[in-house]
């Protein structure tokens, strides 16, 4: 079992619709990332965040370390979110945990 | 700032062969590290830094050496390639352990 574990892995959307993705650990973390990968492309940070929530234009993130939860909302769903989404958390042992991604398809 | 900068993008190497992937920031970040990314399997690391001269083993170091003389490069070195190796190489770096970690654009690399 993954110590980092994403749901759902893969996500079909239309286009203007609220999307959320789910990160949940089992092991402690100081914090975590999520990140962005667009296909054939790098790895961009979106947040990192340690408590409560945090906003850039549509997109949100909120995590809750004692439950060992964190989600990520995009909000009027585009195209161009079409990426994969991942988590990593920062654990104790001075090394990020990666989940396996959420792939994330917005059809207009 | 360049931020993180990978090189090659590219790379096609034969079974035996060796190559060194480079890695540099201009962030004056002290905490460097290299994942390899293969389907299915999320990102797992090789090897990192916390400073210059300072270098760890991560999940999966066999076949990859590194080094750190000075903190802006972190090069990841493949002695023997074999078709294992065949995946997409990513160097991050973070100014502490801890906080927010920048990628390079990525290495794809074929060992046939």
């Known amino acids: 079992k993954n110590e980092v574990e994403q749901s759902p892995q893969n996500l079909t959307a239309q286009e203007g619709e609220f999307i959320t993705i789910n990160c949940s650990y089992s092991?402690?973390?100081?914090?975590l990332h999520w990140l962005q990968q667009h296909p054939g492309g790098g790895i961009v940070s979106l947040f990192m965040?340690?408590?409560g929530k945090k906003k850039h234009g549509r997109l949100i993130a909120t995590i809750n370390i004692q439950e060992k939860h964190s989600s990520l909302h995009i909000t009027a769903s585009h195209p161009r979110d079409s990426a994969v989404y991942i988590c990593?958390?920062?654990?104790?042992?001075?090394?990020?945990?990666f989940g396996t991604g959420t792939r994330l398809q917005v059809f207009p | 700032n360049a931020g993180v900068t990978q090189t090659p993008k590219f790379q096609v190497l034969k079974t035996g062969q060796s190559m060194t992937l480079q890695c540099a920031q201009d962030?004056?970040?002290?905490?460097m590290s290299w994942y390899r990314q293969d389907p299915g399997m999320g990102l797992r690391l090789i090897h990192y830094?916390?400073?210059?001269?300072?270098?760890d083993q991560g999940e999966v170091p066999n076949g990859y050496n590194v080094s750190r003389s000075t903190t802006e490069d972190f090069p990841l070195r493949l002695l023997s390639a074999a078709p294992s190796q065949t995946s997409v190489y990513f160097c991050?770096?973070?100014?502490?352990?801890?906080?927010?970690?920048?990628f390079g654009q990525g290495t794809r690399l074929t060992v046939v």
């Open positions: 965040l340690s408590s």
């Open positions: 991050a770096s973070s100014y502490t352990v801890r906080g927010e970690a920048f």
């Open positions: 830094s916390v400073g210059a001269g300072i270098t």
């Open positions: 990593a958390g920062w654990g104790y042992t001075d090394k990020l945990i």
């Open positions: 962030m004056n970040h002290e905490y």
């Open positions: 092991v402690g973390i100081s914090a």
